[in-house]
């Protein structure tokens, strides 16, 4: 059975509670000292070790945009604004959760080289036992840091700690503890784990870590045993190009392969997410783009083709428009004057299909700033798990073309950012720079 989705102009169905951030440890319940350090890990589980440092695990306190956004954007807005106050600790509750444990709140920014920069370390995930929620979200984790390390065999025989067997370190709902949230307005803002829960795969057995890590034969520490399955910590996402590559599939139609110069010829884009477990964008999707661009090429000239619109509601935020301006919380937070804010859709060309799930401020005004969201139901044109989307394109052959032959080319691009925010809060260009997702084209005989 094909899986059921809310097509746009419907509201997507979210339980706004308005209830505030819970979280499952009071902060200052622990000292930095209960905690390993994640290089005593190394010394025994090497190569796992090797991956965590270069995932986006051990740097999602450290990372240019998660620096910038906490100590520019989000703590100056929560010590400004009492609606969104809880922020300055509930940001570090899942990217730093050592700092938010300890009551390092706010935490020394990076630069400072506190432990807060361990992130998400591996006595978070190995102490983790289960969540105060029936479905976790809001770091309603349940943690028990100490020499008993939780996993998910039952046959280790560590030398130098305690070792628990528990099937919730393998589980989904680990996952869910951090890649879910409500906003203090009490919108989802953030709903990887549900949005898998809702999907094709759960029912299938397939869980985060089946998708996110890889398993090979080897050794998970280097006196244990040779395994059959390793589970290797790398946590690949967006961030990783060769993750995105070919995550949507991408086709091109046309029912005239011949055109007169002069003409119209229709052109059909097909996408089909296949291979992502949950919808694309998901996480952050407030700040993540993805985007379709069209173009027509012919003897070194080219044209770029607009979506055609279909009219549903809320249609106007998933078309690229260069005059459009969003994110005007920015300013208002940085105290930058006459700021109205900026490009809403970066550098994607005009026309473009974008595939987003906007959100919106408590003064209707679209935003980055994800605990600042009042609502993000209004139109979700995100694709979602084994869901096609077929966008159409309408080419007016030029007169002046010379006969041969054209070719129609699309592009399916993502970035993490908005370039306008990459740009305005002068993060690193792989920050925001566009990552190809995949390419299709097809050839048209011009008469």
């Not at 935490?107 to 992130?119: I, L, M, V």
């Not at 900026?342 to 700033?369: E, H, K, L, N, W």
């Not at 080319?409 to 305005?424: K, N, Q, R």
């Amino acid at each position: 059975m094909k899986p059921s989705y809310l097509y746009p102009g419907l509201a997507v169905l979210s339980v706004l509670v308005f209830l505030p951030a819970r979280h499952a440890a009071e902060s200052g319940k622990f000292s930095y000292d209960d905690f390993d350090d994640p290089k005593q890990c190394a010394l025994c589980h090497k190569e796992i070790h090797r991956e965590w440092q270069q995932s986006l695990m051990s740097q999602c306190f450290t990372h240019p945009w998660d620096d910038v956004e906490y100590f520019q954007l989000a703590l100056p807005h929560a010590l400004k604004l009492d609606e969104v106050a809880e922020v300055k600790s509930g940001c570090i509750s899942c990217h730093s959760p050592l700092a938010y444990l300890t009551g390092d709140i706010p935490p020394k920014p990076p630069a400072e080289g506190t432990r807060a920069n361990e992130s998400v370390s591996c006595d978070v995930c190995h102490g983790i036992t289960g969540s105060t929620e029936d479905v976790p979200y809001n770091a309603s984790y349940i943690l028990k840091p100490g020499k008993v390390k939780f996993g998910s065999r039952r046959d280790v025989k560590p030398q130098f700690h305690e070792a628990e067997y528990s099937a919730y370190t393998a589980s989904a709902e680990l996952c869910a503890n951090c890649h879910d949230e409500q906003s203090p307005y009490g919108a989802w803002v953030k709903e990887t784990y549900r949005e898998w829960k809702a999907g094709p795969y759960a029912g299938q057995g397939i869980r985060c870590q089946d998708c996110h890590m890889h398993y090979a034969p080897g050794k998970s520490a280097v006196t244990g045993p040779d395994r059959d399955e390793v589970a290797h910590h790398v946590f690949h996402g967006p961030h990783f190009e060769q993750k995105l590559a070919g995550a949507v599939d991408l086709a091109l139609y046309t029912d005239a392969p011949e055109v007169r110069r002069g003409s119209k010829v229709q052109i059909r884009a097909v996408l089909y997410n296949g291979k992502v477990g949950h919808f694309i964008p998901s996480g952050s999707s407030e700040e993540r783009m993805l985007w379709l661009e069209v173009t027509a090429g012919s003897a070194g000239v080219l044209w770029r083709i607009p979506v055609d619109r279909t009219g549903f509601a809320g249609e106007q935020y998933t078309i690229a428009d260069s005059q459009a301006l969003a994110y005007q919380a920015i300013g208002e937070i940085m105290g930058v004057p006459g700021y109205k804010g900026i490009a809403r859709d970066g550098r994607v060309p005009d026309g473009s299909r974008i595939f987003r799930r906007p959100y919106f401020d408590p003064q209707g005004r679209m935003t980055v700033c994800q605990w600042f969201t009042k609502t993000n139901t209004g139109v979700d044109y995100r694709i979602g798990p084994q869901q096609t989307r077929q966008e159409t394109y309408t080419w007016s052959v030029p007169d002046t073309l010379a006969p041969g032959t054209a070719t129609i080319t699309a592009t399916l691009y993502y970035s993490l950012v908005p370039a306008s925010v990459g740009e305005f809060m002068k993060l690193p260009g792989y920050a925001y720079e566009p990552r190809t997702v995949n390419r299709a084209s097809l050839e048209l005989e011009v008469k």
